[in-house]
């Protein structure tokens, strides 16, 4: 709530309560699902003194995560990055994640679709048809993000992440 309260004293004529959208991105804070009880606990203290937040959950896919909590003002988006298992292993070095399979089968009651997050490193990373294959349109968004090239990013050759030609409609 601390974090909440500072940006909130920071624009004074914000009230949470009365906008249009207010939403809580849990993410670049460690992975959720690995703390997922207190997670939960702070959506609860976060619904109570504003009730129309919308709280986006950020995860890899935890292998054994339970997601049937997953609804109406609380959306799941998963980090995906990449279309190949050996590749994802390698850019989300982390054991006990779900396979792409699976977080293909994760459905969830949020209001919203479940966001797959992709930062291509490549274009072979991205291939519509298997990406149709494995999430099914009617339950997942996609969102592409670009890689702001920097001293880390260029000594692995990551490039930027462009993927031309691209029409996602």
Not at 1 to 24: C, G, H, T
Not at 43 to 66: A, E, Q, R
Not at 89 to 117: C, H, Q, Y
């Amino acid at each position: 709530m601390a974090q909440i309260d500072l940006v909130l004293a920071k624009y004074p004529d914000l009230d949470p309560n009365e906008s249009y959208e207010f939403k809580i991105n849990y993410t670049r804070m460690g992975e959720p699902f690995l703390n997922i009880e207190e997670v939960k606990k702070a959506i609860m203290i976060v619904d109570i003194k504003y009730p129309k937040t919308h709280h986006y959950l950020s995860t890899i896919g935890i292998s054994g995560s339970n997601f049937e909590w997953i609804k109406d003002r609380v959306t799941l988006q998963l980090s995906l990055h990449s279309l190949d298992e050996e590749k994802r292993d390698w850019l989300i070095p982390f054991k006990r994640k779900m396979s792409i399979a699976d977080l293909g089968r994760v459905r969830t009651e949020s209001n919203l679709k479940t966001t797959l997050n992709m930062t291509l490193i490549d274009e072979s990373d991205f291939c519509i048809e298997k990406l149709k294959e494995a999430f099914n349109p009617e339950d997942f968004f996609i969102k592409l993000s670009p890689i702001n090239p920097n001293e880390v990013s260029d000594s692995y050759e990551m490039g930027t992440g462009v993927v031309e030609g691209i029409n996602l409609v």
